[in-house]
């Protein structure tokens, strides 16, 4: 980059040029010679060496490379920066600039000090980073200060601007899924599977960790000579959506700890369970489908990148566009508040699958949150399976319990 930052002279240096005029002051009041040529000189040396670390800085070039830069939250990362240019006549001092978030504290950034610049190779400088909260992270710029070799100039110039980390949420295994769920059976249509003549459809393949045996097709067992299990849905069936209730309003705490990041975490497990199962699978938010655009891939990949992205909503309700018919749906759910269940019925005429947040638990001392059991009842009456996390849970545990199915009496939730 060409923009620079000047800093001038150092402390030493405007010492060295306030005594260099005040010398010259003193001989030509005193009409000495010989203390005017050494004023004059004093004088014009910090000049000289701002001139000098000025050339310096022009002579270096900077590239940094982040390598992956798209990481899971917690995973370490390298970041690779390598110096060209002249020979230096002094030190060169590089400090990149890492947000906290990224891994490095704004107050301890990386510092190197290079002595020796060779015009051939350049210098390699390597840092890693361990990213602490997911999301879009910006590392850079890179900001390198030159001196003279007395010290007594500083010029900083900015040798490249910023690079993306993209951390992804973390992701927990889980196992086996809820009733009615990826199997076409709980989606309008599906009671009729069977009906009429002809043989039902039929869809079968290898068992894995977590079926329940009572879907292992027998026939095709002995067929394959292999575990194989039953799915019996209707070809057009619209797959799985994940809902995702990002309101600020709906969550508490703040950073990695808080309730809106235990969401986005357990979104993205569901998210990666269900797509290795095979199963198609569509994240919504309050304001649409994410990832959209006419680009977006399909796949896994897309579906952890625009969560790691997500940011909290100003939105105060659940409304948003209608959530489809035909297929299954998780909602993960921060506070509702009393009536608050409304525009999200009005988008789901049938039932599904909800975890409910109790956010008083990620923030006791924050403001007040209605408790989550008049929310899980008035789902329960509305036909949904409902489970309660707290700030105790893990994703697995409300995962299993949510594929055990909640109790009418209330909900079981697991703690660690």
């Known amino acids: 980059m060409d923009g620079g930052r000047f800093s001038g002279l150092t402390t030493r240096g405007r010492c060295l040029l306030a005594g260099g005029l005040a010398t010259g002051v003193c001989a030509i009041v005193l009409d000495e010679r010989d203390l005017l040529r050494i004023g004059i000189f004093v004088a014009v040396l910090p000049l000289l060496s701002l001139l000098l670390a000025a050339r310096a800085r022009r002579a270096v070039r900077a590239e940094r490379v982040v390598e992956p830069d798209r990481v899971p939250v917690g995973t370490d990362t390298e970041v690779t920066v390598r110096l060209r240019g002249g020979p230096l006549l002094s030190a060169l001092r590089v400090a990149d600039t890492v947000p906290d978030a990224a891994g490095a504290s704004p107050a301890a950034p990386p510092r190197f000090t290079v002595y020796r610049l060779p015009s051939r190779d350049g210098v390699v400088l390597r840092y890693p980073l361990r990213p602490l909260l997911r999301g879009v992270h910006r590392v850079g710029p890179l900001v390198a200060r030159a001196t003279d070799p007395l010290a007594l100039a500083e010029v900083s110039r900015e040798l490249a601007g910023t690079d993306r980390i993209l951390v992804l949420p973390a ?21 009729v599977a069977h009906q009429g003549q002809g043989r039902p459809d039929v ?37 799985i959506t994940v809902l995702l209730d990002r309101r600020d309003a709906a969550h508490r705490g703040r950073g990695a700890g808080s309730s809106l990041e235990f969401a986005v975490s357990l979104a993205a497990s569901v998210c990666a369970h269900l797509h290795r199962r095979g199963e198609p699978v569509t994240l919504v938010t309050e304001d649409g489908i994410a990832p959209t655009g006419p680009g977006a891939a399909p796949g896994l990949d897309p579906l952890l990148d625009a969560l790691a992205a997500v940011r909290p909503s100003a939105r105060p309700d659940l409304g948003g566009p209608p959530l489809t018919a035909t297929a299954d749906l998780v909602a993960i759910l921060g506070a509702v508040q009393p009536g608050g269940l409304e525009a999200l019925l009005a988008r789901r005429s049938g039932g599904g699958h909800a975890v409910l947040l109790d956010v008083a638990g990620w923030a006791p001392a924050g403001p007040a949150a209605p408790q989550p059991a008049g929310t899980a009842a008035a789902l329960r009456r509305a036909g949904w399976n409902v489970t309660v996390a707290t700030a105790q849970s893990r994703p697995d545990q409300v995962w299993d319990t949510l594929t055990s199915g909640a109790a009418p009496d209330g909900p079981r939730t697991g703690t660690s």
């Open 171 to 191: 992701v927990v295994p889980l196992r086996g899924l809820p009733a009615a769920l990826g199997t076409g059976e709980g989606t309008p249509g599906a009671a």
């Open 203 to 239: 869809l079968v393949r290898e068992y894995r960790s977590g079926d329940e045996l009572r879907r292992v097709h027998w026939r095709s067992t002995a067929r394959y000579d292999d575990l194989m299990v039953r799915l019996e849905e209707r070809p057009w069936r619209g797959g």
